[in-house]
């Protein structure tokens, strides 16, 4: 065990840890990767019992608190009350950095991003109970007919999705990892490739996963008007957003031999990495249109 000391505006002192197979070494880094994997079967039972009693799309304040009461307490506030005797501030602790990194990516791709869904792939949200919606005013369909269309984002997706992506971006990382650290006998292009491979196979397989666990049930909220495009040409859509964001969240902190990421460096990164996404999703209703508009 190893302890790096970063010159910054603070002396930092990280403590780095060898011989892990799937948790960083980065042993800041590696505590907030299994708080959030424990929080995967949390977050299903939650969703699961918002989803069965339906108070999600009842009201405005409901919809709200819904996603909230997902992503708050247990990605927020639980970290914050068990790491509270840590040398390092909370701010400059991994999991407070992963959370702001994650506002910003949920923030740029529900606003703009979902646009691109309802019209390149027909997704469509029909919350009955909500009137606080929060996308675009002009990019996608026209506002004064979105929310008749269905192709407005209710607010409290953004919480929400606070929470699936920390699932998300969490359990990528962590797989490519292992797959990485297992060929480290391939040296470096080896290892560069494997990298590659890994972080594809992983922004497809959760693309084509939150369709498959969370819209393929008959819905009267969130649906597609084509299924099986979704689940095959809409997975490759999908997979643009992880392909940016999962390598970008993988370099946070992860190396003794780098310096640390500070709060402006995190919104600059995440901004970039969102537009890059939306870049390529724009190129792509350039080249293949948009049929569900």
């Known amino acids: 065990m190893n302890e790096t000391v970063y010159a910054g505006e603070l002396a930092e002192h990280r403590t780095f840890s060898e011989g892990r197979k799937w948790l960083s070494d ?17 977050f299903f039972l939650l969703t699961g019992i918002s989803s069965a009693t339906g108070l999600n799309h009842t009201s405005n304040v409901w919809n709200v608190a819904l996603g909230f009461m997902v992503w708050l307490p247990f990605c927020v506030i639980l970290p914050l009350i068990l790491r509270r005797g840590q040398p390092l501030p909370f701010w400059r602790q991994w999991w407070f950095k992963f959370q702001v990194y994650m506002a910003v990516i949920v923030f740029i791709l529900s606003y703009f991003g979902t646009e691109y869904f309802f019209e390149v792939l027909g997704m469509r949200y029909n919350y009955e109970g909500v009137s606080w919606h929060f996308d675009s ?75 498959a666990l969370f819209m393929s049930a008959p819905s009267t909220t969130a649906w597609y008007k084509d299924l099986q495009t979704m689940l095959t040409i809409g997975t490759v859509f999908y997979s643009i957003d992880f392909i940016f964001t999962f390598p970008s969240i993988y370099r946070l902190d992860e190396r003794a031999d780098r310096v640390p990421w500070g709060t402006s460096r995190i919104i600059i990164e995440a901004a970039a990495a969102a537009m890059g996404a939306l870049l390529l999703a724009d190129f792509w209703a350039l080249a293949f249109g948009v049929p569900f508009a």
């Open 137 to 211: 005013a002009l990019l996608g369909p026209d506002q004064a007919t979105a929310l008749a269309q269905d192709k407005r984002v209710p607010l409290g997706m953004y919480p929400l999705t606070m929470a699936f992506f920390t699932l998300y971006h969490t359990a990528a990382i962590v797989i490519v990892r292992r797959v990485v650290r297992a060929a480290q006998g391939l040296g470096i292009a080896g290892r560069r490739t494997v990298f590659a491979i890994a972080m594809l196979a992983m922004a497809g397989f959760f693309a084509f996963a939150e369709t």
């Open 26 to 42: 980065n042993e800041d880094k590696a505590w907030g990767e299994k708080l959030y994997l424990w929080f995967i079967p949390v």
